[in-house]
C-alpha cells in the first residue's frame, strides 16, 4: 500500500539549517505537503508543492522534490528555537474516485540554542 | 476568521461510556475528517465525508461512529466497544480537488 517515510528525530543548533526528508511509495500523488506541529496543538499546513514541480521557496521555508526518487524534502534557513515541532509530510493523490491523504509519522525537530 | 473548532480541548471519561467530540467548520469546505494520533503512530485517519448525510469508514473505525447532517458539523463518537480510546483526536476539512487539508486543534480524550 501507499507509505510515507519519515526520520523520527533532528537535532540541529539556533542559527543552522534544518534539513527534514521524506519518502513516499505512491507514483500517482499529485500534491505533497508539510506540516507543523507544536506541543497539544493541531497541524499547521507550512507550504505544499505541486507534483510536477521541482522546488518551491516560502520565506525560510524550501521544499525540494525528486519525483524520479519519490523524495522530499524541506530546508528551514536560520532555524530559531520557535521551529522546535513535529514536521509531518504528507501526500494526496485519486483513490477510487475519492482523494486520499497519507501523512508519514512526523519529525520532531529539536533546536538548541 | 474562518477555521476549525474543535471542543472540548480536554476530555475525561470512565471506561464503558461513550463520548461525542465536537469539530465545526465554517471554512464552507465539503470534505470533513477525523483522525487519531498516538505517541510515534502519526495520524490515522478514523472516518471521512464528503458531503453531507454521507461518511466512510477510514483504517481504523472500529468502535467510532460518525454524523454528518450539516456541512458545518461532522461530530465524532468514541463508543465503549473501542479498545483503546485514550489518544489525540484531529479533525481536519479540505475543500475540493485534492486541496490542502486544515486542521483544528485536537482533543485529547483520557478514558480511565
Known amino acids: 500500500g501507499e507509505d510515507v517515510e519519515q526520520s523520527l528525530f533532528l537535532s540541529v543548533r539556533e542559527g543552522d539549517s534544518s534539513v527534514i526528508n521524506c519518502t513516499y511509495t505512491?507514483?500517482?500523488?499529485?500534491?505533497l505537503y508539510w506540516y507543523k506541529q507544536e506541543p497539544g496543538a493541531g497541524l499547521q499546513l507550512l507550504t505544499y508543492?505541486?507534483?510536477?514541480?521541482d522546488m518551491k521557496q516560502d520565506q525560510r521555508l524550501t521544499v525540494l522534490l525528486n519525483k524520479k526518487d519519490k523524495h522530499l524534502s524541506l530546508r528551514i534557513a536560520d532555524t530559531q528555537t520557535g521551529d522546535s515541532a513535529i514536521y509531518f509530510c504528507?501526500?494526496?493523490?485519486?483513490?477510487?474516485?475519492?482523494?486520499?491523504?497519507?501523512f508519514g509519522t512526523g519529525t520532531r525537530l529539536k533546536v538548541l540554542a | 476568521d474562518g477555521g476549525i473548532t474543535q471542543s472540548p480541548k480536554y476530555l475525561f471519561r470512565k471506561e464503558g461510556q461513550n463520548v461525542t467530540l465536537s469539530c465545526e467548520q465554517n471554512?464552507?469546505?465539503?470534505?470533513m475528517y477525523w483522525y487519531r494520533q498516538d505517541p510515534g503512530q502519526g495520524l490515522r485517519l478514523i472516518y471521512y465525508?464528503?458531503?453531507?448525510?454521507?461518511?466512510q469508514k477510514g483504517d481504523i473505525a472500529e468502535g467510532y461512529s460518525v454524523s454528518r447532517e450539516k456541512k458545518e458539523s461532522f461530530p465524532l463518537t468514541v463508543t465503549s466497544a473501542q479498545k483503546n480510546p485514550t489518544a489525540f483526536y484531529l479533525c481536519?476539512?479540505?475543500?475540493?480537488?485534492?486541496?490542502?487539508?486544515?486542521f483544528g486543534n485536537g482533543t485529547r480524550l483520557t478514558v480511565t
Open positions: 465525508s464528503q458531503i453531507v448525510n454521507d461518511f
Open positions: 471554512l464552507n469546505h465539503d470534505a
Open positions: 504528507a501526500e494526496s493523490g485519486p483513490s477510487r474516485g475519492t482523494y486520499k491523504y497519507i
Open positions: 505512491d507514483s500517482s500523488s499529485t500534491y
Open positions: 481536519a476539512s479540505g475543500g475540493p480537488y485534492n486541496s490542502p487539508l486544515h
Open positions: 508543492i505541486f507534483s510536477n514541480m
